[in-house]
């Protein structure tokens, strides 16, 4: 019989991998600090693993959030949250959005891609 990926299993996964990066370890370095190899800790950020309760304890004190940080699925109105940043870096490709818009050290070229980035979701929501 061949396991099932779950939905719940993928999401934890990837929100475990998204704050190992933010917090800027590796797997190895997470692992290390939990106890396991980073191939299991990629095996859990894939969601091919769930991960047990005392394991996603230890992940969360040691990416410094609380357990059910990797449980939430709805953060509100990217707009109008008081937590736009935290909702723009829960996805991968906000997250590399955000790494490479930090790279970017004139403030005229960052207002120029706000400006774009802009006017594309204004295109998107006509």
């Not at 299993?9 to 190895?28: E, P, S, Y």
């Not at 991968?92 to 955000?98: A, V, W």
Request: glycine share 8%; net charge neutral; proline share 2%.
């Amino acid at each position: 019989m061949v396991k099932q990926i779950t939905a719940v299993d993928l999401h934890v996964g990837q929100r475990v991998r998204l704050q190992r990066k933010c917090r800027g370890l590796t797997q190895t370095q997470l692992g290390e600090a939990v106890g396991v190899s980073f191939q299991q800790i990629a095996v859990y950020e894939r969601g091919i693993n769930r991960i047990g309760a005392s394991r996603l304890e230890q992940i969360a004190k040691t990416l410094g959030v609380a357990a059910s940080f990797f449980y939430q699925t709805d953060v509100g109105d990217p707009e109008q949250s008081e937590h736009a940043a935290e909702t723009m870096r829960a996805t991968e490709e906000g997250y590399d959005l955000i790494i490479a818009f930090l790279r970017i050290r004139h403030p005229r070229l960052r207002r120029i891609v706000i400006g774009f980035v802009e006017e594309l979701a204004d295109a998107e929501t006509r």
